[in-house]
């Protein structure tokens, strides 16, 4: 096998977490499949992450240190670590993880006859109180992402591609994913050049998992989760590259901007709905290059990408509607919307999407976010949609604006203070809600 050199971002990460990650690659790696470990540095401003890293790094094998000259984000980062890897195969790790035994020859095996493949460790759980590991359930999961696009997992027994080569009573074979979480990965380094590397209009963090994974597969290549391949990660509370900016997920949403422009197609004005509409993009930078470089690369629409790779994932434009679920009482009052999460209920109308984007499917499905409504007789909740209708199962009806539940045939209403599911009566205001951008034609 090849040799592949490992890229480690850090900022201000801590001491011990990021020795952790460097002398488990050092101790659970064949000397021969390690070029090199490069760490860069994110211009961290801890004290121990300058001359005493510098001091302890020179007694180790392979290990060779880049820093940034100023901050430059995870992104621009990581992109400063590709291009001075001495490699022809690059491999990505995160700071803060533990690589267990067999995880690099599994990647570079499946990688190295293959130049558009990306391969992906089956990501384990290292608990960021305790640090304790949890190997049990990784391989269940592939990548998805909602219409936020914020990167998701989904359980494998819900996908409807199988596999182009059956590997049945093989758990560990590697299998498809739509998209990436990001930071574990290995791909040619001249397939990445080839791929644009990431968008460096891109700032910090945030979206860049997401240009990857569309154009890999848009542009000719594929990825795979790789089940021999294990690397725990430690999951972080909140987003440690954007703690300290005050504008933080502000650029998380200027960077997926940039993505949706470029990739989305006309797919892109459902990302838009999620926080306002088209209106709200604001200024994104200039995307001259990134347009060239899918013309160059004849890559296909992403119609293709969500019929082929992806059709497990809700297509709103076969949405039968799709925007607020407003309470549509009292014409002079504050309009109320349905929202949701923490708590389903009624709020004033903001008019930003989020958690007051709903979509009415074809198959009577009241979702959002992978969730839907749910009524069992008894309890009005906001579930995990299991796709089989039963209490996930409404319709609603335009001349009367009524939310009926078919199974109770009972209606939804508004009493005031709480949602209630009573007897369907179409003289009752309580009862009268209006959906936005209603298309019949996709019942």
Known sequence: LPPSSIVIVFYNEAWSVLLRTVHSVLDRTPSALIE??????????????????????AALPKV???RAPERVGLIRARLLGAKAARSGIITFLDAHCEVIEGWLEALVAHVAQRETMIAIPAID????????????NSVRYYGSFDWGLNFQWRVRAERLVQPSVPMVGNPAAPYDTPTMAGGLFTIHRSFFERLGWYDEGMQIYGGENMELSFKAWMCGGSMQIVGCSRVAHIQKRGHPYLRQLSDGFA?????????????????????????GGRARRGSFGNLTERHELRQRLACK???????TVFPEQFDPSKAVARGEIRFADDAKATPLCLDW??????VACHGYGGHQLWYLTAKGEVTREDHCLDYDGELLSVVRCHGLGGNQRWVWLPDTRQL??????????????????EACDSTVPGQRWLFQNYQPNNL
């Not at 650029?251 to 926080?275: G, K, P, Q």
């Not at 629409?301 to 019929?307: A, G, H, I, K, M």
């Not at 999460?341 to 009624?346: E, H, K």
């Open 36 to 57: 090199e470990i490069l760490l860069v540095d994110d211009s961290s401003t801890m004290k121990h992450l300058h001359q005493q890293l510098e001091h302890y790094i």
């Open 64 to 66: 060779r240190l880049v």
């Open 125 to 136: 759980w290292i608990h960021e109180d305790t640090l304790a590991l949890n190997a049990q």
């Open 251 to 275: 650029l998380v949403r200027r960077n997926s901007i940039r993505v949706a422009e470029v990739w989305l197609d006309e797919y892109a004005d459902y990302f838009y709905e999620t926080f």
């Open 301 to 307: 629409p992403f119609r293709w990408y969500l019929e």
């Open 341 to 346: 999460p923490s708590l389903l209920s009624l």
């Open 404 to 421: 009926k539940k078919l199974t109770y045939d009972r209606c939804l209403q508004w009493s005031g203070t709480e949602l209630l599911l």
